[in-house]
């Protein structure tokens, strides 16, 4: 509690310097004043892992018209060819770090230093117009570090974007059924999310220790607590097929619940996991009991997964694919 209390004191003594005070009365003047000047264009930075086909779709209706980078976790040449004949800058790292490393790879080699930054993932497309407007909706709010559309799947129904942050508390709401309850504060998910370079260049990037999953969480809640917020703009929509790019269904799920691990550890500490984790084998085994055929089998595996510990699991996983690639001498 104390290192909770000390760390949040620091947080909000950062949200009181004097050029943040000064940079706060200034957004106030240019709202009370007039329009205020109209941001550079914000730079598209799209992390790739194979998949050139639906990187080509998402990057069609934007390339030519704003700076893009794609960040090749993959290094494939097919994904190399996509960005040249679309005429955007392709960045290879050399290794699959994960988004978030990727993403940190794009901002240290920005195309557009100082602008806003729009996160878009290869399976997700949203129209140049919509992109004006999610950037203006952001500069609408001088307290908003980021914003995101309203988002439709693969079969045309609206998927949710908003979340609330997780706590140990909202586990145990979500345990005994009652995730959906409202909550003040929360964070948009990353697959089409527009940054703004201020808060970019406030909270840093995102945290190389996610994989997959979070990292935009993580980022949003280190925003929150040095006085930023997230918001939907709701008249503007992109598409999102989401998981076309990230494996198969039981990675995902690994790498999602190992990513939640990781925040609540880093966020609440050790209690604060052991409390989430009590929480989610309760629920899941309730789950898998009194839930039938696919449903079923889902909450048992998440169960399991809970017991052993999802970030054990996870660098299992990693462990048993270095050591694939040390024996194949394949890429991983």
């Known amino acids: 509690l104390a290192m909770r209390l000390r760390e949040a004191g620091f947080a909000r003594a950062d949200d009181c310097t004097w050029q943040r005070v000064a940079a706060q009365y200034g957004a106030l003047y240019d709202v009370v004043g007039g329009p205020p000047t109209k941001?550079?264009?914000?730079e598209v930075v799209l992390v790739a892992y194979h998949t050139p086909e639906l990187?080509?779709?998402?990057?069609?209706?934007?390339?030519?018209?704003l700076a893009?980078?794609?960040?090749?976790?993959?290094?494939?040449?097919?994904?190399?060819?996509?960005?040249?004949?679309?005429?955007?800058?392709?960045?290879?790292?050399?290794?699959?770090?994960?988004?978030?490393?990727?993403?940190?790879?794009?901002?240290?080699?920005?195309?557009?230093?100082?602008?806003?930054?729009l996160l878009l993932n290869p399976d997700a497309k949203i129209a140049l117009d919509d992109v004006a407007r999610l950037q203006q909706v952001l500069h609408e709010r001088p307290d908003l570090a980021s914003v995101g559309?309203?988002?439709?799947?693969?079969d045309g129904a609206t998927a949710r974007v908003m979340w609330p942050f997780l706590t140990p508390a909202r586990a145990w709401l979500d345990a005994v059924g009652l995730g959906r309850l409202p909550y003040r504060r929360g964070y948009v998910v990353g697959s089409v999310l527009m940054l703004r370079a201020e808060a970019l260049e406030g909270v840093g990037g995102l945290d190389e220790r996610y994989?997959?999953?979070?990292?935009?969480?993580?980022?949003?809640?280190?925003?929150?607590?040095?006085?930023?917020?997230?918001a939907v703009a709701p008249e503007v929509r992109a598409s999102h097929l989401g998981g076309a790019t990230s494996g198969n269904g039981s990675e995902r799920l690994v790498h999602?619940?190992?990513?939640?691990?990781?925040?609540?550890?880093?966020?609440?500490?050790?209690?604060?996991?052991?409390?989430?984790?009590?929480?989610?084998?309760?629920?899941?085994?309730?789950?898998?009991?009194?839930r039938r055929g696919e449903q079923r089998a889902a909450a048992r595996q998440r169960a399991a997964l809970f017991r052993t510990g999802p970030a054990t699991v996870e660098r299992e996983w990693f462990d048993s694919r270095l050591r694939a690639h040390r024996v194949t001498g394949s890429a991983g």
């Open 39 to 42: 941001p550079a264009p914000p």
């Open 211 to 230: 994989f997959l999953y979070a990292e935009e969480t993580d980022w949003a809640y280190r925003a929150h607590r040095l006085g930023w917020r997230h």
């Open 149 to 154: 559309p309203t988002q439709e799947d693969g």
């Open 68 to 117: 893009v980078t794609v960040v090749d976790n993959s290094s494939s040449p097919a994904v190399r060819q996509v960005a040249e004949e679309l005429g955007v800058r392709y960045l290879d790292p050399g290794r699959n770090g994960g988004f978030a490393a990727g993403v940190n790879h794009a901002l240290a080699h920005r195309a557009t230093p100082g602008t806003d930054v």
């Open 55 to 65: 990187v080509r779709g998402a990057l069609e209706p934007l390339a030519g018209a």
């Open 256 to 290: 999602f619940y190992a990513s939640q691990e990781l925040y609540l550890r880093k966020h609440y500490g050790a209690a604060g996991w052991a409390s989430a984790r009590a929480a989610g084998i309760l629920g899941a085994t309730v789950r898998g009991l009194v």
